[in-house]
């Protein structure tokens, strides 16, 4: 099967999609799908800003670049994004925002072999919340 090319467009899609089939796990009870959908969400997020900074034509970035981007760490993508700094600017100037990255960043696929302990409700609440690490993500991609 030959690779099929993801967008920028593609990346913002599935980041709502995600949150959006994280919402219908909650209202069934199903905190440890949510938390983890929560986290892809995320992560499709920083890629659609990872996906603005690219440029047609350009000779790819160094591989260790390429490994950071291809990849589920979301400091890692916050940081391929070129959105450290902001988000620790961010962070400082919204004790809020700060609290629901604190509640975010740790996601990793690995999550999905978890059996318990995440809290679905607590991970979409700050994915999605007014001070929310989506919005916030949004602003940017």
């Known amino acids: 099967?030959?690779?099929?090319?993801?967008?920028?467009?593609d990346f913002k899609v599935l980041a709502d999609l995600r949150v959006e089939e994280a919402h219908v796990l909650l209202v069934g009870g199903k905190q440890l799908?949510?938390?983890?959908?929560?986290?892809?969400?995320?992560?499709?997020a920083l890629k659609a800003c990872i996906a603005r900074r690219m440029k047609?034509?350009?000779?790819?970035?160094?591989?260790?670049?390429?490994?950071?981007?291809?990849?589920?760490?979301?400091d890692g993508l916050v940081s391929a994004a070129d959105l450290d700094t902001q988000l620790q600017?961010?962070?400082?100037a919204n004790a809020a925002f700060?609290?629901?990255?604190?509640?975010?960043?740790d996601w990793n696929e690995e999550s999905r072999y978890r059996a318990s302990g995440l809290n679905g409700q607590d991970?979409?609440?700050?994915?999605?919340?007014?001070?929310?690490?989506?919005?916030?993500?949004?602003?940017?991609?």
Do not use: Q, S
Request: one cysteine or more; aromatic letters at 18%; charged letters at 20%.
């Open 56 to 74: 047609l034509y350009r000779f790819p970035p160094k591989k260790d670049y390429i490994y950071k981007i291809y990849n589920h760490n979301l």
């Open 98 to 105: 700060a609290a629901n990255w604190n509640t975010v960043k």
């Open 33 to 44: 799908g949510a938390y983890y959908l929560c986290g892809y969400a995320v992560e499709c």
């Open 123 to 141: 991970m979409y609440d700050a994915v999605t919340g007014a001070d929310g690490v989506l919005p916030w993500i949004k602003l940017r991609w």
């Open 1 to 9: 099967m030959a690779d099929i090319p993801i967008y920028r467009r």
């Open 89 to 92: 600017n961010d962070m400082v």
